[in-house]
């Protein structure tokens, strides 16, 4: 049992910063969370008195790419055509996400089984690495975006049958490409994929096996249609127009996003970055403001409607467990408000992949995943860059950026 207070506390769900704050933890769940003074504390109990620090809980990055790289990455072009070293790389990617204070990671899409395969080597303690929910090799098209991750299916038929194979082979939610993507040129990331029948075909029979679906969604025919068949999960959600030239965004679908509770999972990096030279620019915009100049400023825009925005890294190749450092670019860029920002990598992200009962806040009965990160984040997220210490399940997981034994052994842990 163990004890661990701090100047500031965050609990990710957006309530106002706790002062001198502390957070009781016993058999790996969270017992109480309120001020020092009056928190019911066993005797006995083992305290560590963080200091000025900030607590929060474990950052969830529910977008990356643990197994894949670069295609232009000549190690890694190695490396993939070896089923044990593949496994390596991801396991090294894994633990460097935990170092950073990543205590929960969703992989949307890799070859074959890898990510299912080191997700069980994480869960049996083979491995040091965090929470992983993973979902295979996503589905594509023949000539598809990402089609060498080997699941292909070319009608409503197939579509379903894959959804079906994932589920069988342990997948936990998902992945469809339903547009073309920039990491495949030939598949034209302007224009989408599947048709809405195809892609409410295979929203159905996920649901119907208690599976989210995710869909990668780079032009904006591809978000129509997937809202329109009841996808949970729109990532990117760039509205890209048929050409390079332009943005086609929709405010109507935006709407119907939120009456349905359609997240969008945001690619910080590319959300973040200038829209002209990359994506296109809007035509028009009727919705008061200057024209956004940046993705982040149209969902800005949409969650008014009441859409849920989380924030991911998209991940791939050797640059792992960057979130925490785009978070605090993301909010100097935009004078974004840090607690707002800390629930778009916590909470968040645990409701929309179905996490919330498990992890994402701090509350009592949830997994005790606990990042302590220097300074106030409230005063600026640049703290999350250097985290003093990560708890897993109430063992301590890492300290400064190195990995601890705790986290695969469970020496150490507080019961």
């Keep these: 049992m163990i004890v661990v207070r701090a100047r500031t506390l965050l609990d990710g769900m957006g309530s106002p910063p706790l002062r001198n704050a502390a957070v009781l933890v016993a058999e790996g769940r969270i017992q109480e ?7 019911s ?37 190695e490396v993939r055509e070896d089923q044990g070293r593949l496994l390596m790389w991801a396991a090294a990617n894994a633990r460097a996400c935990l170092a950073a204070g990543l205590t929960t990671v969703c992989d949307c899409g890799g070859p074959g089984d890898a990510t299912i395969v080191l997700r069980e080597a994480i869960r049996a303690g083979l491995l040091e690495g965090p929470r992983m929910i993973v979902a295979g090799a996503p589905i594509t098209t023949t000539a598809g975006h990402c089609h060498w991750l ?10 379903v049958k894959a959804v079906r194979n994932l589920v069988e082979r342990g997948a936990d939610f998902v992945k469809v490409m339903a547009t073309g993507g920039s990491l495949t040129p030939a598949s034209n990331r302007y224009t989408p994929q599947y048709s809405r029948a195809e892609i409410a075909a295979l929203a159905a029979e996920a649901h119907r096996l208690r599976k989210h679906v995710v869909a990668h969604c780079n032009a904006a025919e591809g978000i129509r249609r997937c809202v329109a068949g009841g996808v949970d999960i729109i990532a990117h ?63 800005r825009h949409m969650r008014q409607y009441g859409i849920q925005v989380y924030v991911t890294s998209d991940a791939i190749g050797r640059n792992f467990a960057e979130l925490p450092h785009t978070l605090a670019t993301m909010q100097r860029r935009f004078d974004c408000d840090p607690v707002d920002l800390i629930r778009m ?45 990560v708890f897993l399940e109430g063992r301590l997981a890492a300290v400064r950026g190195r990995v601890s034994p705790a986290a695969r052994t469970g020496i150490g842990a507080d019961a």
């Excluded at 969370?33 to 928190?39: D, M, N, Q, W």
């Excluded at 709407?255 to 829209?275: C, E, F, K, W």
Aim: glycine share 14%; aromatic share 4%.
């Design 33 to 39: 969370v309120g001020r020092a003074e009056s928190l």
């Design 41 to 77: 504390v066993p005797a006995g109990a083992r305290l560590i008195d963080a200091g000025d620090a900030t607590i929060l809980p474990g950052l969830i990055d529910a977008h990356l790419h643990l197994a894949m790289g670069h295609p232009d990455d000549p190690y890694y072009q």
């Design 150 to 159: 080997g699941n292909r299916a070319d009608s409503r038929d197939e579509v």
């Design 237 to 299: 959600c760039n509205w890209l127009g048929e050409t390079p030239e332009y943005l086609d965004y929709d405010d109507d679908v935006a709407r119907h996003m939120g009456r349905q509770g359609t997240y969008v999972d945001m690619n910080i990096a590319g959300g973040i970055s200038p829209l002209k030279g990359r994506d296109g620019v809007l035509r028009e915009w009727h919705h008061g403001g200057p024209v956004p100049g940046a993705r982040w400023e149209i969902l």
């Design 345 to 389: 990598v916590t909470s968040v992200p645990a409701m929309a992949m179905g996490l919330q009962e498990t992890t994402g806040a701090l509350r009592p009965g949830l997994a005790a995943d606990l990042l302590v990160v220097p300074g106030d984040l409230t005063a600026g997220l640049e703290g999350l860059q250097a985290p003093e210490m």
